[in-house]
Every structure is written in C-alpha cells, then in structure tokens.
C-alpha cells in the first residue's frame, strides 16, 4: 500500500540500508529497490571471473549496468570483491608453460585487475570488499588453503589493500567474511585484520556477511562480534543479510512454505537483529540484505540445490511480511 514506510528512512539516523542486486532482480525488483534501499552490491558482476575471465578479455557490461542504475536513482554502491578463492579464473593462478605462476606474476596481475576495475568505478563505488573470506573456519591455521596463498603466502592480502588504495584513495576498504560471529573465527578475523593494521595497511572496515540462521549464531555471539570488531577502531558493514528458515543441519527438501513456527521465529529475530544493530549505529555504518526478496535467494540453491528458501522481509510477491513491520514499527 502506499502508506508503507520506506526500511531505509526507518534508519536514516542509523545506517544505510542495502540490498545484493544482479541485472534480472534489478529489473523485477525495481520498484521494491527504489522505494527501500539507498545502497546496492553487486551480487556476482564485480566478481574476478565474470568482469575479467581472461586475461586480455573484460566484460564490464553488466557490472556498468548496475552502476548505472545506482548512479540513475541516487543509491550508493558497495563493490564485491576482488581477491576470494571462489568464482576466479584459473588463468590468474597459472604459468603460460602449465603450472603455477610465480607470486611477482600473480601481483602484477592482481595490480592490473585492481587499477582497471576499481579505477573504472572510482566514482561510483563507495566501498570494497576487498579481500573475502580469507581466514579459516576449522583448525588452527589461520588463513584458509587457496591458489593465493599458496603462491604467494600470508602477503596476498596485504597487497591486495595497497593495490586497491593506490587505484581509489577515496574507497573504503574492508575485509568480509562469514561465520564471523563464531567465536574461533572471530578471534582469528581479528588476529588477522590486527597484524594489517600494524603494518599500516589500508583498512577500514570490517564486513559481517550475517548469512544466519533462526536459531543460531546466539544473538550474545552477534553482540560480541560486532563490540570485538568495533574495538579496533574500524567501521563495520552488514554485508550479505538473509535468514534462512532451515538451521544449518536441516537438510528436508518437502516444504512449499515456511511452517508457521519458522516465520514466527524469523519475525522475531529480525526484530532482535535491528534493535542490535540500531544500539550500535556508531559503528555500523551500513545494513546490506543478499537479495530483496522471498522470489529469489542464492539459499534456493545452497546449501540443498533447487530447496526454496524465504529468508527476507518481503515475500514472494514482494510484499512485506510481518517481519517487515516488526522491523520499522518495532524499535
Ligand atoms: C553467491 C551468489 O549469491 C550466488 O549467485 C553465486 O552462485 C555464488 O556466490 N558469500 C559471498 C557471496 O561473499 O559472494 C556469495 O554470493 C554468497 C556467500
């Protein structure tokens, strides 16, 4: 109805508020789009292996697409990402001969990905997602196996801020990742953005993908998480927002809609969830959802392939569910 109040002006004192887009729910979801977010993040088209999949080969068009439409309505723009160890080519990694390239090959490349991508969007993108879920879930290691760290070592983030810092001085630059509630991996998060930050490189925020359950992570795990994170002085974003209705275990395929008792829960939570951010606004300088609504999630095929999934706060017909109302009504 046209009474609606739009989220973002619900937290205009508090943050922005944001939504992962792509070039088909951009235009099935304009009109949600335009009316309750002022922030976008690209949700694959900014990625290594779609603007750049070879090396003399970039296709900006998509990413150009959703700029465009940023520029066009007046929504700031959030760029994701440059250095992750998912959807990268392996042309990056390689020798000509076959092999692995060495690490002065690897970074060169890297600086010539970073110029020309952030570069181009030096104007439009306020902020990056620098370098993506880098640090390891399990074991005592602190970064996780990949192509970048075995070439190159500990030093390929590193590089990765520098680069992205010569290429848009004005940029904001974070480090992002998931499971960033969980104790261990915070401690190791923290661990890592610490050792950064004493060798002066540039960073300046940390991002909380919040790609949460019902039940879990504890709402007392989000609060420390956000006041261990807050306390290196950064600022934090709410990058990739959703609440999936399954906990993480729960691998039943037979729904057609959430049960009553999931929806009452994810009302609930979402309320709990913005009155947290809310209380910590001097931080959290921006709230991004991984979708706009209920008709398309990237959960609908992960973890279970073609499981739907209802993890935001419009439903399928792009209308707000309760959680909506608890959300902008309820603080
Ligand atoms: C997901 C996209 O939503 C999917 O369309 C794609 O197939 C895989 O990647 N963490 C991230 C995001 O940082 O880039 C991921 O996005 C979701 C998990």
Redesign the pocket.
Known sequence: SSAVQPLHEAFSDDFLVGA?V?PRTLVGSADLLTLHFNCITS??EM?FERIHPQEQTYMFEEADLLVQFAREHGLKMRG??LV?H??TPDWLFERPGGGLADKWTLYARLKEHIDTVVGRYKNDVFCW?VV??AVADEGAELLRDSKWLRIAGDEFIAKAFEFAHEAAPGALLFY?D?NESHPVKREKIVTLVKSLQARGVPIHGIGL?A?WQLRSPSLDDIRAAIERYASLGLKLHV??LDLSVFEWDDRRTDLRSPTAEMAELQEQRYEQIFRLFREYREVIECVTF??IADDY??LD??PVRGRKNWPFLFDEHHQPKPAFWKVVNGI
Do not use: R, V
């Open positions: 992962a792509n949700e694959n990625k994701h990402t992750w998912n959807q997602d993506n879920e992002n998931y993908q790609h990058t990739e991984w979708g999630t990237w095929h992960f």
